[in-house]
Nanobody, 125 residues
Framework: QVQLVESGGGLVQAGGSLRLSCAAS????????MGWFRQAPGKEREFVGA????????YYADSVKGRFTISRDNAKNTVYLEMNSLKPEDTAVYYC??????????????????WGQGTQVTVSS
């Protein structure tokens, strides 16, 4: 069992930056692939990016590629989402998710077993 708690959301102007954190409790965090998803009002949840259990590989949605960076610190049981050059269309609730998986992390929410409560990111124009 893994509990996930996101933090770091807030209000930022377009072009600004935020760093989200996702702290995990429970055992064997380093065996979990981690994903970030987001959901804007009236829209479906969408994949943002993911990182393998080791942190050796990352994957991103085309909409955030080159602007967002995912990293993890297994010693701290934490995964990060660094967001730069933010746009108003990045406004959403951001969720981290965990999946006990050794391979390529999935891009579908259904592939993940544990979810955080979400943190709001609002980008003003």
């Amino acid at each position: 069992q893994v509990q996930l708690v996101e933090s770091g959301g807030g209000l930022v102007q377009a072009g600004g930056s935020l760093r989200l954190s996702c702290a995990a409790s429970g055992r064997a965090f380093s065996t979990y692939a981690m994903g970030w998803f987001r959901q804007a009002p009236g829209k479906e949840r969408e994949f943002v990016g993911a990182i393998t259990w080791s942190g050796g590989s990352t994957y991103y949605a085309d909409s955030v590629k080159g602007r967002f960076t995912i990293s993890r610190d297994n010693a701290k049981n934490t995964v990060y989402l660094e967001m730069n050059s933010l746009k108003p269309e990045d406004t959403a609730v951001y969720y981290c998710a965990a999946r006990r998986w050794w391979g390529v992390p999935g891009t579908r929410g259904a592939e993940y077993d544990y979810w955080g409560q979400g943190t709001q990111v609002t980008v003003s124009s």
